[in-house]
T-cell receptor, first 112, second 113 residues
Framework: QKEVEQDPGPLSVPEGAIVSLNCTYSNSAFQYFMWYRQYSRKGPELLMYTYSSGNKEDGRFTAQVDKSSKYISLFIRDSQPSDSATYLCAMGPGAAGNKLTFGGGTRVLVKP | EAQVTQNPRYLITVTGKKLTVTCSQNMNHEYMSWYRQDPGLGLRQIYYSMNVEVTDKGDVPEGYKVSRKEKRNFPLILESPSPNQTSLYFC????????????FGDGTRLSIL
């Protein structure tokens, strides 16, 4: 079983819809949680970073962390075609240093 | 502009021919890391460096070498590349190793024939 599980999708939604993404994890030592967005032929770009349970909002993006359930979510409101990308969850620390453990990514397609 | 720069972006080469992928960051970050990204396997850490002259293995270090002689540079060396090292490689950096988010370069696609 992988340490971090993420549905690979693809997830297809109409423009303006709410996109809901999630990851589950098994390592209770994880303390910080991130969401990255990756466009084709580009590197992962940090979207959200949280260090505790609860909600964090940044514009159209909301990240939720539930440590008791080992479950994190990312919501994208008023989705745009430019939100079409692969979304990766990541968490740490790992056994050494600042190692991140990544989910496999969810491909999202927002249709105009 | 704050960035992590990798070169080359694309490389096709043959088995056994030594190659180096360079990585440079301009953010004065202490921590740097190399990942490879493969379909179905996600991003996996190859090597990391906590600071100059301090490097250590990640999850998949076999067949790779790194060095950190300067704070800004962290090259990845494949001394004798093999086809199973065909992959998409990313360099990343963060301010320190205490939970700071990592910033990624745009990747290097390597094909080993």
């Amino acid at each position: 079983q992988k340490e971090v599980e993420q549905d690979p999708g693809p997830l297809s939604v109409p423009e303006g819809a709410i996109v809901s993404l999630n990851c589950t994890y098994s390592n209770s030592a994880f303390q910080y949680f991130m969401w990255y967005r990756q466009y084709s032929r580009k590197g992962p770009e940090l979207l959200m970073y949280t260090y505790s349970s609860g909600n964090k909002e940044d514009g159209r993006f909301t990240a939720q962390v539930d440590k008791s359930s080992k479950y994190i979510s990312l919501f994208i409101r008023d989705s745009q075609p430019s939100d079409s990308a692969t979304y990766l969850c990541a968490m740490g620390p790992g056994a050494a240093g600042n190692k991140l453990t990544f989910g496999g990514g969810t491909r999202v397609l927002v249709k105009p | 502009e704050a960035q992590v720069t990798q070169n080359p972006r694309y490389l096709i080469t043959v088995t056994g021919k030594k190659l180096t992928v360079t990585c440079s960051q301009n953010m004065n970050h202490e921590y740097m890391s190399w990942y490879r990204q493969d379909p179905g396997l996600g991003l996996r850490q190859i090597y990391y460096s906590m600071n100059v002259e301090v490097t250590d293995k990640g999850d998949v270090p076999e067949g790779y070498k790194v060095s950190r002689k300067e704070k800004r540079n962290f090259p990845l060396i494949l001394e004798s590349p093999s086809p199973n090292q065909t992959s998409l490689y990313f360099c990343a950096s963060s301010f320190d190793a205490r939970g700071q988010p990592q910033h990624f370069g745009d990747g290097t696609r390597l094909s080993i024939l």
